[in-house]
């Protein structure tokens, strides 16, 4: 009997992870996943291939991005919640899956601080709002002016919630049609086409229409000015103090994973984001990449939830 009590134990133990595998010290000794919420060539998918090659430098092994898009990000962030807890499914979270889906759905599909772990910031993106220069206006005031006179006559695209919530504080009670895209770059061909008139777009798809002359970017939601769009003013140089809207990115993992696998992972993450080549060509796609550690990335994203849900509270959005 105490035989077999010794041998069923063993087989007990022999199907746990090893301490290896979970360690810090052999972490990474395959290649890792990072899942994103939006199709391919949107912003959001750029930057996360240009950080993946970078982390793929810093770790010595491949980061492989997969595209997961739809219903606001929510699709890869269950997906990521979902997966074994070992640092090797990380999720390139935005303010619209980690933020926005929570606080403006009535039935929330993940309570965003139990799914999961965060892990480090990624940065800001820098947004513009943008219309197609077929359209007789040059300016913010002359855009609210045109939708002014013309209620529900003009549409509008987003392919997230956090681009709706700014047109909503832009407009107030201006009426447009918005129609929703899976990302940027389908509703960016619809705008180009005609059948769209404004949208709130990334840094990595406005410059170069700008300078094509196919589009005009009347306003950013940075803070400040934009070195790739100097002439676009800022929502506060405007005196548009109600667009308080500021995208941005984050690394989570699933929930449960080790605190040194975590620490680990946000410093290779931080040291990625400072890498010159990485830095660079964040720069050219509007992108102020910074990293956090796990703490202060953790005080960061509770300030952004509980900011979010007093928007929406107080414009009384409601999800449909």
């Avoid at 899942?35 to 391919?40: E, Q």
């Avoid at 999961?116 to 007789?136: D, H, N, R």
């Avoid at 047109?167 to 009426?175: F, H, N, Y």
């Amino acid at each position: 009997m105490q035989r077999r009590t010794l041998t069923l134990a063993a087989l007990a133990a022999a199907a746990l992870p090893s301490t290896a595998a979970w360690s810090a010290d052999a972490f990474p000794n395959k290649p890792l996943k990072l899942i994103v919420g939006f199709a391919a060539g949107g912003g959001a998918d750029v930057l996360s291939r240009i950080i993946a090659e970078g982390l793929a430098k810093q770790l010595g092994q491949q980061v492989i991005v997969e595209n997961r898009p739809g219903a606001d990000g929510v699709l890869a962030a269950q997906a990521t919640s979902s997966a074994r807890p070992d640092g090797y499914t990380l999720l390139m979270g935005t303010n619209t899956a980690m933020v926005a889906a929570p606080t403006l759905r009535p039935t929330p599909p993940y309570d965003p601080f139990k799914a999961f772990t965060p892990i480090s910031s990624a940065g800001q993106f820098s947004m513009f709002l943008v219309v197609p220069t077929s359209l007789p206006v040059k300016s913010v005031n002359e855009l609210l002016a045109l939708v002014a006179s013309k209620p529900g006559a003009l549409n509008s695209a987003s392919s997230n919630s956090a681009s709706e919530l700014a047109m909503l504080q832009l407009l107030g009670d201006r009426k447009v049609v918005n129609a929703r895209y899976k990302g940027d770059m389908q509703a960016m061909t619809d705008l180009l086409g005609g059948q769209i008139q404004m949208m709130f777009t990334t840094g990595t798809l406005a410059p170069g229409f700008v300078k094509e002359g196919r589009i005009r970017a009347l306003v950013t939601l940075l803070p400040q000015r934009s070195a790739l769009l100097p002439d676009v003013p800022t929502g506060g140089e405007l005196g548009l103090g109600k667009l308080t809207i500021t995208p941005w990115a984050g690394f989570f993992g699933p929930p449960g994973l080790p605190q040194a696998i975590t620490d680990r992972l946000s410093q290779e993450l931080q040291n990625t984001l400072k890498r010159p080549e990485v830095h660079a060509q964040l720069v050219q796609q509007g992108f102020e990449g910074y990293g956090m550690s796990p703490a202060k990335f953790a005080e960061f994203f509770r300030t952004q939830y509980d900011a979010f849900g007093a928007t929406v509270r107080e414009h009384n959005v409601k999800f449909e």
